[in-house]
């Protein structure tokens, strides 16, 4: 049984920082690629960032990227999404997701997700 279990989420001022977590369990956490989406009401989930297995290589989208940073620790089966320079616009929530082989940039390639964490980003 996977699980994935996200946090770090929470209200911020524009401008500020927050780091999101989500811990695996159930799986060789190295093999699998892992990505990070939104979800803002009234929207479609949409691709923030995505990191592969072992390599680690990372790719993200364009209204986040330079703000944003993915990251992995395969010693402890958790991926982390480092957040700066929050936007108003970055309000959602977010989930992390997991799927075996290369990583993808759309949330029908993830086979598993968390619940979600909240991230409200104040004006």
């Known amino acids: 049984q996977v699980q994935l279990v996200e946090s770090g989420g929470g209200l911020v001022q524009a401008g500020g920082s927050l780091r999101l977590s989500c811990a695996v369990s159930?799986?060789?956490?190295?093999?699998?690629?892992m990505g990070w989406f939104r979800q803002a009401p009234g929207k479609e989930r949409e691709f923030v960032a995505a990191i592969s297995g072992s390599a680690g290589s990372t790719t993200s989208s364009d209204s986040v990227k330079g703000r944003f940073t993915i990251s992995r620790d395969n010693a402890k089966n958790t991926v982390h999404l480092q957040m700066n320079s929050l936007k108003p616009e970055d309000t959602a929530v977010y989930y992390c997701?997991?799927?075996?082989?290369?990583?993808?940039?759309?949330?029908?390639?993830?086979?598993?997700w968390g619940h979600g964490t909240q991230v409200t980003v104040s004006s």
């Open positions: 159930g799986r060789t956490f190295s093999n699998y690629a």
């Open positions: 997701a997991l799927r075996w082989g290369a990583s993808r940039t759309y949330a029908g390639g993830y086979n598993y």
